[in-house]
């Protein structure tokens, strides 16, 4: 069971047998009133979206989800190829179900997909990846307290804000989850 | 794996700059006017028991969720203009706009009422942005906002009247006040010019003088700028006994929630018939910084949220 104060973004809960993932979420809370912890759900299954405003009393029952690792091999016609390596199966995924995880698709990366009565519902993706940054804005040196980031693009056509001193060719490491830069990889 | 996010805090350097500047201009302004800063302890007995603010504890003790009730003894004392810019603990609130640790201001006016602190704020904001090279306009993720007083002053009525698809008392009367509020109302406050949300029904300002022409409303405001909720202001209430009978109301709450329920603050309590007729306001300095530093986020104006220690 969770409670209202366990609500974040990528929580999986359990509303009226359908399976939700929380999309959105903001903790709100007017002046001295009670806490509201507004969230936008979305239903896994048919991908129908709307918001609620729970309550600190809220409580929800987890959504029972299986997960299966599978390598990624390929994308074709909108359609990403993902195969179980044990029983060399392969499933298709649609755009919506790989959803913010298709910018971070290294070729034969390993994924958690996830299943709802066998069914795919999306996947998930090691917490942290290597990417190379394949376009950056060269770094004007001494700018290193300037407060300020630069947009590159790594090879996956992803783009981020990343420290000015990152440049073109190197690796960075990035938070699959906030799609965050978070270090340089050395070599 | 430990990310290293030591970046975040080169990347802060101006907005944490800017939010020095901020708290010496506030200094000069209080000192300016004569106000006395006080330093009163983080960690107290016996914090005021209100419904929805819950406070950490600290062994048997608690951090105060704000320096209000000691700041109200040193007023009953006869200290008549005092401030104080310190750390505040709430437990459970994290968000966009929410720290568990922030910083406050307070400030208290012996023989006033929350109209003075209405202009304070006109005052203090315009000093504070003008010291930081802002010229009587503000621009907050892609907003202009003018800040030459007057500011727009707006009943909780007449604001959900304006805003919202329910009247302020239907929203009370099915409990979806502080909902509807934080979703229909609060998005259209001070998106031109900061508007004071003021004279709030009753049971929503625990610590608050009831207006003598109507004693369902409470002398309350609220200062919002581009939405965002910036101060909370009360013409404070001195009346001992009508306090107490709210503090046991807000603990039997808390206790039916199953909220921690506080000792009563005796000592507050016996020294509030000594207090003359004051007002009283407390400002987020974070969410102050946020505002004219254009941030959205409040983790953008600290060097450290508890998420990176």
């Known amino acids: ?105 290294l070729d034969n990366i390993e994924a958690e997909i996830l299943l709802f009565e066998d069914r795919p519902l999306g996947i998930s993706l090691p917490n942290f990846i290597d990417v190379i940054v394949t376009k950056a804005d060269p770094w004007a040196k001494g700018d290193s307290v300037s407060g300020n980031t630069k947009p590159v693009t790594v090879q996956t056509g992803y783009q981020l804000q990343v420290p000015p001193f990152i440049e073109e060719g190197e690796k960075i490491r990035i938070d699959t989850r906030s799609g965050e830069y978070l270090t340089r990889v050395k070599g | 794996m430990i990310e290293d996010d030591s970046w975040k805090l080169t990347v802060r350097t101006d907005a944490l700059r800017l939010r020095a500047r901020m708290i010496r201009a506030i200094r000069r302004f209080f000192q300016d006017q004569d106000f006395l800063e006080i330093e009163t302890p983080l960690r107290i007995p016996a914090p005021a028991p209100e419904s929805h603010i819950d406070a950490v504890a600290a062994g048997a003790w608690f951090l105060h969720t ?72 503000v621009s907050w993720q892609g907003r202009r906002i003018g800040l030459n007083a007057p500011w727009e002053r707006i ?41 004071f949300l003021y004279d709030y029904p009753v049971e929503q300002g625990a610590l608050a003088r009831v207006k003598e022409a109507d004693p369902g409303i409470a002398e309350r405001f609220e200062l919002y700028i581009a939405g965002l909720e910036l101060a909370n202001a009360f ?73 990176s220690l």
Request: aromatic letters at 10%; one cysteine or more; a negative charge.
């Open chain 2, 155 to 195: 009943s909780v009525r007449d604001a959900f009247a304006r805003y919202a698809t329910i009247s302020a008392a239907e929203a009370l009367r099915t409990d979806r006040f502080d909902e509807v509020l934080a979703c229909e109302v609060e998005p259209h406050l001070g998106m031109e010019i900061p508007v």
């Open chain 2, 66 to 137: 704000s320096p209000e009730l000691c700041m109200k003894r040193l007023l009953a004392a006869g200290y008549s203009r005092i401030f104080q810019i310190c750390k505040c603990f709430r437990a459970g609130e994290r968000g966009d706009r929410h720290l568990p640790e922030f910083t406050m201001l307070e400030w208290y006016r012996a023989g006033a009422d929350y109209r003075t602190l209405m202009d304070d704020c006109e005052a203090l904001i315009n000093t504070v942005a003008r010291e930081i090279g802002l010229d009587g306009v």
């Open chain 1, 1 to 105: 069971m969770y409670t209202a104060s366990d609500l974040r973004k990528g929580l999986r809960i359990k509303i009226e047998n359908d399976p939700y993932i929380v999309t959105e979420f903001n903790f709100v809370k007017p002046g001295k009133g009670q806490a509201l912890y507004r969230c936008k759900l979305k239903n896994m299954v048919n991908g129908n979206q709307f918001e609620r405003t729970f309550r600190s009393v809220d409580v929800f029952e987890a959504a029972d989800l299986q997960e299966k690792r599978m390598q990624y091999l390929y994308k074709e016609e909108g359609k990403f190829c993902f195969m179980d390596n044990e029983s060399y199966e392969q499933i298709f995924l649609s755009e919506d179900q790989v959803g913010e995880a298709k910018n971070f698709l």
């Open chain 2, 235 to 307: 013409s404070e209430l001195i009346d001992a006994g009508e306090q107490r009978r709210r503090f046991e109301e807000a603990s039997r709450d808390r206790q039916r929630k199953g909220s921690a329920v506080y000792p009563m603050p005796e000592r507050f309590l016996q020294a509030l018939p000594r207090m003359s007729p004051s007002a009283g306001i407390a400002l987020g300095v974070d969410r102050l910084v946020m505002l004219l530093a254009d941030k959205s986020r409040i983790d953008d104006v600290v060097a450290f949220t508890p998420e």
